[in-house]
């Protein structure tokens, strides 16, 4: 079968740095996302990893092992409205989207 | 902007009492997704629309049906909803071509069911 696994829940502080990672085991491998979804809205694209290593936007850094089936989310200077869940997803050989249930983040002062 | 809409935001129904929750782009989108996700659970894909050719997931119960009248319509009907059947429902869209072909969500329509 098809998996991704995410941590639950984590909690940092402001100002922290936390990474949020993701392992996955789909059937082969064409991209893999990150999404972020406050409570009670629609998720929103924040990265996209198709090739091994480090993408940086800003705040905001995704990592890609393709022969680990893994990836992180980085998220740095943390603020409080990066209080939200974030999702991983796997796009598979058949170009589905395969979700991962999210983490979700809690962030205090 | 371009966007993703969908309405209503928030519906409310009656158990066995049929409710259609609709779509619409203005992304000219290729194709459009229709996910059902429950409280800290996944998103769950229940069909999508390539153009005018439509895809069901083998598991979406048959209470759910989808229409597609035009690239920038999409409707999720539900025959006779169950208690179950209360969840967020996001309809989603993208290009449909190679590479990225990142999704890109609408608000979400929160479904109660009495």
């Known amino acids: 079968g098809q998996n991704i696994d995410q941590p639950t829940e984590m909690t940092a502080t402001e100002g922290a740095i936390v990474q949020i990672n993701c392992t996955y085991q789909?059937?082969?491998?064409?991209?893999l996302f990150w999404y972020q979804q406050h409570a009670g809205e629609a998720p929103t694209f924040l990265s996209y990893n198709v090739l091994d290593g480090l993408e940086e936007k800003g705040r905001f850094s995704s990592f890609l092992s393709r022969s680990k089936g893994y990836s992180y989310l980085l998220l740095k200077e943390l603020q409080m409205k990066d209080s939200a869940s974030y999702l991983c997803?796997?796009?598979?050989?058949?170009?589905?989207?395969?979700w991962g249930a999210g983490t979700k983040l809690i962030i205090k002062p | 902007d371009a966007m993703v809409i969908q309405n209503p935001r928030y519906q409310v129904t009656q158990f066995g009492k049929p409710v259609t929750l609709s779509c619409s782009q203005t992304?000219?989108?290729?194709?459009m997704y229709w996910y059902q996700q429950k409280s800290s659970q996944a998103p769950k894909l229940l069909f999508h629309?390539?153009?005018?050719?439509?895809?069901n997931e083998a598991d979406t119960p048959d209470n759910f049906q989808s229409r597609r009248p035009n690239t920038s319509f999409c409707f999720l009907d539900i025959r006779s909803p169950g208690l179950g059947d209360a969840a967020m429902y996001l309809c989603?869209?993208?290009?449909?071509?190679?590479?990225?072909?990142?999704?890109?969500f609408g608000p979400g329509t929160r479904l109660t069911v009495l």
């Open positions: 992304l000219n989108h290729n194709v």
């Open positions: 989603a869209t993208s290009r449909g071509a190679q590479g990225v072909d990142t999704q890109y």
């Open positions: 997803a796997v796009r598979d050989s058949n170009y589905q989207l395969i």
């Open positions: 629309y390539y153009d005018k050719d439509f895809n």
């Open positions: 789909t059937s082969g491998f064409n991209g």
